[in-house]
């Protein structure tokens, strides 16, 4: 089975850096993925680790630890913009689903 | 515009209808997913497809079924809807199961039982 935790909320101001973690504990692995979803929107593609360590693109970064089963998020200079769910989800490597986590919504205040 | 349609975007269906959720992509995309999103409990999967022809079941399947007749539509059906299926829907697709840059997905369809 799959166990993907994440905060439900977070708070920041803009201008700030926020991190969003996520645990997971699933039958297997093949890739971490987080997706960011506006408010009524769909969600679209942020970032996918497969190997331990940092992946950077722009203000985004994401960061893996397979042995730890651990995944964060990091958000710099953070923007209004920026308001949304925040979804991490893992890979199977058997049949390739993803499942996700319930989301982590942040809030950019001014 | 290259992606993935999504019909109706929002329907109020009285319970113990059929409806069918329609899905389109043209961007000749191997898989298909259907996932479920409430409040809480984020992006469950109902069905996928691999390929055009196949179909399996994910997390939530029951009271739903799927078919994958070319490449393109993957259709979604509740046979005899009840309140818990009211939820929003996405509708996703990737080049193959392992693409590196997952999913893309349509705008959702918005499902009210009552």
């Known amino acids: 089975g799959q166990n993907i935790d994440q905060p439900t909320e977070m708070t920041a101001t803009e201008g700030a850096i926020v991190q969003i973690n996520c645990t997971y504990q699933?039958?297997?692995?093949?890739?971490l993925f987080w997706y960011q979803q506006h408010a009524g929107e769909a969600p679209t593609f942020l970032s996918y680790?497969?190997?331990?360590g940092l992946e950077e693109k722009g203000r985004f970064s994401s960061f893996l630890s397979r042995s730890k089963g651990y995944s964060y998020l990091l958000l710099k200079e953070l923007q209004m913009k920026d308001s949304a769910s925040y979804l991490c989800?893992?890979?199977?490597?058997?049949?390739?689903?993803?499942?996700f986590g319930a989301g982590t919504t942040v809030t950019v205040r001014a | 515009i290259a992606g993935i349609t999504q019909a109706p975007t929002s329907q109020i269906l009285a319970a113990g209808r059929r409806m069918t959720l329609r899905c389109t992509q043209d961007?000749?995309?191997?898989?298909m997913y259907w996932y479920r999103q409430d409040l809480g409990l984020g992006l469950r999967l109902i069905h996928y497809?691999?390929?055009?022809?196949?179909?399996g079941k994910g997390e939530v399947p029951d009271g739903y079924s799927v078919s994958r007749a070319n490449t393109d539509d993957f259709p979604l059906t509740l046979a005899s809807a009840v309140p818990s299926q009211t939820s929003v829907y996405f509708c996703?697709?990737?080049?193959?199961?392992?693409?590196?840059?997952?999913?893309?997905f349509g705008s959702g369809t918005r499902l009210t039982v009552v």
């Open positions: 497809s691999n390929t055009a022809g196949t179909t």
């Open positions: 989800a893992v890979r199977d490597p058997n049949d390739y689903k993803l499942s």
């Open positions: 680790n497969v190997l331990d």
């Open positions: 961007m000749r995309h191997n898989a």
């Open positions: 996703a697709s990737s080049e193959d199961a392992g693409a590196s840059y997952g999913y893309t």
């Open positions: 699933t039958s297997g692995f093949n890739g």
